[in-house]
């Protein structure tokens, strides 16, 4: 079977507009929706339609695409780009992705000259979101390829959250691994954390698995200490929203748990990310904004109340695993082990973020 027939494409660029699978309707319905300017692609982002930190950062450069240079407005094109830029980079706070494919669309201004139209400045722009699309998948293949080597035979393997090809480009980063590993014929079983509240681990990478043939087991989060102790988890692997100098890595709240939990049973703990997600500027994890929830998110899953209504909710998103608690990057280029300062800073780029 091709690729393309299991591998779900999160979003297409269709010139006039962009489609994008709605993820929070999956596994139930397989939704598209076509977004046909930067607001709606704000909106698809902060409800979740579009998720996972490369895929908002090709989702938010393609946004600025859909400013129209022959729009009849007060602004000219330029300031209603900036205004657009403004209103996607601060839809999220965590995935430095985000502001990473935003900067990069940004630059492409300053390369052209300042007496260029509009239209052409348009194509530029869009030449460049398919560029970041592109070498995305590119990427999301080689962190696979690289890290298929750490899964042994018949691994039994434990991940959290989404990381698969509706996270980013094409494959994904963590789930991209065990694809590969899978590929080679390692015939893996995946642990699947449910990852509450939004539950996309039990949603969404069930689902990709499911396409691909990839035997594997939901549990909810709470069931990962148990199973570490009872049954078998060989590596556990994650993706990543930022990751600091020194190795410090926000990804889905729960994440941390995990990597306390792989070192008190001593189990190998990776996480797998596009250098796209790596903060240089950034030393350590304390100063990586943590985005906060609606409550309802707790209170609720689905339409049913789960808590009393006027219960207080903590409803962090994302937290913050010390680099010191992980075992290795797996990333294009190649596996990166401590000390992070040292091996990490081949993923920077000269982009600021
Ligand atoms: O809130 P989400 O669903 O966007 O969070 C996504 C994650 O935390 C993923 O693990 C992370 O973006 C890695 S994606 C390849």
């Not at 929706?33 to 989702?59: D, F, Q, T, W």
């Not at 499911?210 to 939901?218: E, K």
């Not at 306390?260 to 903060?279: E, Q, R």
Request: glycine share 6%; hydrophobic share 40%; aromatic share 6%.
């Amino acid at each position: 079977m091709s690729h393309s027939a299991i591998i779900p494409q999160s979003l297409v660029w269709k010139n006039a507009f962009l489609e994008i699978l709605d993820q929070t309707q999956l596994p139930g319905k397989e939704t598209y929706i076509s977004l046909y300017n930067p607001e709606e692609v704000r909106e698809a982002i902060l409800a979740l339609k579009v998720r996972g930190a490369p895929a908002i950062g090709i989702a938010a450069a393609y946004g600025l695409c859909l400013v129209k240079p022959d729009q009849d407005s007060e602004l000219d094109y330029i300031e209603r780009l900036e205004e657009a830029y403004q209103r996607l980079s601060t839809s999220r706070p965590t995935a430095v992705n985000l502001n990473w494919a935003l900067k990069r669309m940004m630059r492409v201004l300053e390369t052209l000259s300042s007496d260029i139209s509009p239209v052409r400045i348009h194509q530029a722009l869009i030449a460049e979101a398919e560029r970041i699309h592109e070498e995305d998948k590119r990427l999301c293949q080689l962190i696979g390829e690289n890290g298929r080597s750490l899964i042994p035979d018949q691994a039994h393997i434990l991940t959290h959250c989404n990381t698969g090809s509706l996270a980013t480009g094409q494959f994904g980063t963590a789930l991209s691994v065990i694809y590969h590993a899978h590929l080679q014929g390692k015939n893996p079983h995946v642990w699947v954390d449910e990852t509450r509240p939004l539950l996309q681990g039990s949603r969404l990478t069930a689902w990709e698995l499911m396409r691909a043939g990839i035997c594997h087991t939901v549990i909810t989060d709470s069931m990962a200490a148990w199973v570490m102790k009872k049954k078998k988890v060989d590596i556990i692997l994650t993706g990543a929203d930022r990751v600091t100098q020194n190795g410090d890595t926000a990804n889905k709240i729960g994440t941390y748990a995990l990597s306390v939990l792989a070192k008190h049973h001593g189990i190998p703990f990776y996480v797998a990310l596009p250098s796209s997600t790596y903060d240089h500027s950034l030393s350590h994890g304390d100063d990586i904004p943590i985005e906060e929830r609606d409550a309802t998110e707790v209170r609720s899953t689905g339409n049913t109340l789960t808590t009393p209504v006027s219960s207080p909710v903590f409803n962090p998103a994302f937290d913050i695993t010390p680099g010191r608690f992980i075992t290795g990057f797996i990333t294009e280029k190649g596996v990166l082990y401590p000390p992070y300062e040292q091996s990490l800073p081949v993923l920077a780029d000269t982009s600021e973020k």
